[in-house]
């Protein structure tokens, strides 16, 4: 069984692809219901740090914790069931099953994460997000902003300890900007999630109290 101190911490990673190309990371330490920004222009390792922190790229060195489990300690089929299970992802651009319906998405993102599947809480998410009349909607008939929405809805839906969020506001207007991060920063207080956002919307940094630029 897996115990939790709720919170994303991160140890000395590093990694590179060439020895041109070599991204040596701050050290990240975000609690839970805390929302930070991981800030930063192309090329500098924002997409790199991301996948270290959702489990999905190892790191040459170092080590990511979620509460008290480290992630990299954890063996494929682990790494993976955690991941769903504790791991909240906010892509910039929205991938569902296109065939399926809003509801049967979150009902798939349950049953992938080896969770029981709950059509009462995935109804009320949807319904909190504003979208719970597109719930029997096909994922590619919906318009972007429904799909945003829906994709906020599939990271919380498991009740992540983290959620990461990747360029959430990069194709926005000033207005809907602050709306999404409104958005995502109520959801995650709401599951008591730490929230990170990778980014190089230099906007956010007027939102954001705590966040690292990298460079």
């Not at 790199?48 to 008290?68: C, R, S």
């Not at 651009?93 to 009462?120: C, R, W, Y």
């Not at 995650?188 to 690292?212: G, Q």
Request: a positive charge; one cysteine or more; hydrophobic letters at 35%.
């Amino acid at each position: 069984m897996f115990t939790y101190c709720g919170m994303l911490r991160t140890d000395s990673i590093k990694h590179h692809y060439t020895n041109a190309q070599r991204f040596d990371f701050p050290d990240i330490n975000c609690n839970s219901s805390e929302a930070m920004l991981i800030l930063g222009q192309s090329g500098v390792g924002k997409t790199t740090l991301l996948h270290i922190l959702a489990g999905i790229l190892k790191p040459q060195e170092g080590q990511v914790y979620i509460g008290d489990k480290a992630l990299y300690g954890l063996s494929g089929n682990q790494l993976d069931k955690f991941r769903g299970q504790h791991i909240g992802l906010v892509f910039q651009k929205p991938h569902f099953v296109q065939s399926i319906t809003a509801e049967e998405n979150l009902l798939l993102t349950q049953k992938m994460a080896g969770q029981p599947t709950d059509k009462k809480l995935a109804d009320s998410l949807l319904s909190k997000l504003n979208i719970g009349h597109r719930k029997s909607a096909k994922a590619y008939k919906m318009s972007q902003g429904e799909q945003q929405r829906l994709s906020i809805a599939r990271a919380i839906i498991n009740r992540p300890k983290v959620i990461l969020a990747d360029e959430p506001t990069s194709a926005l207007d000033d207005k809907n900007c602050e709306k999404v991060i409104d958005l995502l920063k109520e959801q995650a207080e709401e599951v008591k999630a730490s929230l990170l956002i990778v980014t190089h919307d230099n906007r956010l940094k007027d939102i954001f109290s705590n966040y690292i630029e990298l460079s």
